[in-house]
């Protein structure tokens, strides 16, 4: 049986990695959608992934992006939408270094 893990948020407000059978899924719709960034060659740049050692691109078979923020789902992404302007000044110095 093939599973995929996902962020849920509950009505609370709490958000909870959840285990579930792809196969309960067949549509796909607990995609996460993240705020796009940038581009590298390898793919496109999610704002919660701009802060690791690695820049980490979007997985298109698990995942989604959007540039719209009334459309982002990941509760990372969402998170961090005060800081956009900091967190992508921060990423292209560190790539200039």
């Known amino acids: ?15 909870a990695i959840v285990t579930m059978n792809v196969a309960d899924d067949p549509y796909n719709d607990y995609r996460p959608y993240h705020m796009a960034v940038g581009h590298t060659s390898s793919g496109v740049v999610p704002l919660c992934r701009l802060r690791w050692k690695r820049i980490r691109v979007v997985n298109l078979e698990t995942e989604t992006w959007t540039i719209r923020w009334e459309a982002v789902t990941c509760p990372r992404c969402l998170a961090l939408r005060s800081r956009e302007a900091e967190i992508i000044a921060e990423a292209l110095e560190a790539a200039h270094v």
């Open 1 to 15: 049986m093939k599973t995929k893990r996902v962020w849920l948020t509950g009505e609370d407000g709490k958000e």
